[in-house]
């Protein structure tokens, strides 16, 4: 049964950055993607961005493009978010995904079957 866990949220002001990792465990991802989805109050879970394990190909959501960068290390079998420039608007909670199949950074979160339990962030203005 593979589990993953979320760290690295907390509180920054507007402009800061943050740094999330999810460390997998009870599976080796060698195929497949990783991804971070994140969900703020009201609202619905939404893609931030993927990382295929393989080739290490990426995709972004827009409102992150050029502000956060995805990245594996398949050695540790993590998957990591580095948080740039960052807006009251990032506020969510943060949600590590996975899954073993197929070869594309996937956006849609139902081709993603392991989940994490997520990890707070908060943007001050």
Partial sequence: QVQLVESGGGLV????????????????????????????????????????????NTVYADYVKGRFT??????????????????????AVYYCAATRSGSTPYSNRILYDAWGQGTQVTVSS
């Fill in 70 to 91: 995805i990245s594996r290390d398949n050695a540790k079998n993590t998957v990591n978010l580095q948080m740039n420039s960052l807006k009251p608007e990032d506020t």
């Fill in 13 to 56: 002001q507007a402009g800061g950055s943050l740094r999330l990792s999810c460390a997998a465990s009870g599976r080796t991802f060698n195929s497949g993607a990783g991804a971070w989805f994140r969900q703020a109050p009201g609202k619905e879970r939404e893609f931030v961005a993927a990382i295929t394990w393989y080739f290490g």
